[in-house]
């Protein structure tokens, strides 16, 4: 629905994000590269079209590594893969997806980054994290997995993942609306991108926000 409301705001002359502005939010290789050229710390990555490009990608990468489509959301198609077995008994069931991105697994707690921007400036901002970890209750679906608020954003440990939130939004020149970033936080305090979105978050952080 972006790229078409893209279309249709260059059609009428409306203001909000144009065709090439959305490109980097809907490509996850496109939006890595954009964020490396700035000196974001990003996860090792490749993307692939094919079971032969998939294996390239991996010899890249290396293990562990997940594999989720290229233009994904909720954790849908999402894979972690820990050895060339596993890889294996994945590739037939990404098969179905047309692109998809092979990327460096990082062992961190999932943690957002939103915001609601004006004309470029961020006017509210609040962060999260998941217990347990996105993908782990994707994996397990018994699972009722948690969305925590984080009250106190001056925290030591979280200005890292906080300052590159900034820095994303920035890199790709975000204006006005919300934004959902994810981002790893490491256990030894490093801060690593995951992937944003030009949305307001989902799963009821909206919510939690507004608590």
Known sequence: GMYLAARIREALGLPGMTTEETKPYRDK???????ENAGIRTPRHGSATSESQVRDAVAH????LVIKPIDGAGSNDTFRINS???LEQILPRVRHVPEVSVEEFVDGADCTFDTVCIDGRVVYLNICFYRPRALESRLNPWISQQTVGIRDLEMPDLQQGKQMGFEVLEALGFQTGFTHMEWYWKQNGEAVFGEIGARPPGARTVDVMNF
């Open 29 to 35: 290789e496109l939006m890595k590269q954009v964020l």
């Open 84 to 86: 060339p077995d596993e």
């Open 61 to 64: 990468v290396g293990y562990p």
